[in-house]
Nanobody
Framework: VQLQASGGGLVQAGGSLRLSCAAS????????MGWFRRAPGNEREFVAA????????YYGDSVKGRFTISRDGAKNTVYLQMNSLKREDTAVYSC?????????????????WGQGTQVTVSS
């Protein structure tokens, strides 16, 4: 599975962005997917995850109620809709894939990672 994240950019506080993670590989449909982020000087932080059938989602406390993860099986793509953005959301966002663990926020359990996309929120 290869992952390609996109959609980052510069946005004002209170604004919205939608990140995309395009996956290649026929087995993508069987993988649970997650988004993580890392701000300068900080450790990697779990953002959100969605199971392979899109019937269950899981969010980090700092983004609950503001971010929504979804997936489109036909397009082999996972999305992260980010609303009400705050300066503290500024980070490099990466998508990742895992199979067989159930939804997880533990980065080391994820098997495949895409390159990051920068999100910068200005005040």
């Amino acid at each position: 599975v290869q992952l390609q994240a996109s959609g980052g950019g510069l946005v004002q506080a209170g604004g919205s962005l939608r990140l995309s993670c395009a996956a290649s590989g026929r087995t993508f449909r069987y993988y649970d997917m997650g988004w993580f982020r890392r701000a300068p000087g900080n450790e990697r932080e779990f953002v959100a995850a969605i199971n392979w059938s899109a019937t269950n989602t899981y969010y980090g406390d700092s983004v609950k109620g503001r971010f929504t993860i979804s997936r489109d099986g036909a397009k082999n793509t996972v999305y992260l809709q980010m609303n009400s953005l705050k300066r503290e959301d500024t980070a490099v966002y990466s998508c990742a894939a895992v199979r067989g663990t159930g939804l997880t926020s533990v980065a080391r359990q994820y098997e495949y990672w895409g390159q990051g996309t920068q999100v910068t929120v200005s005040s």
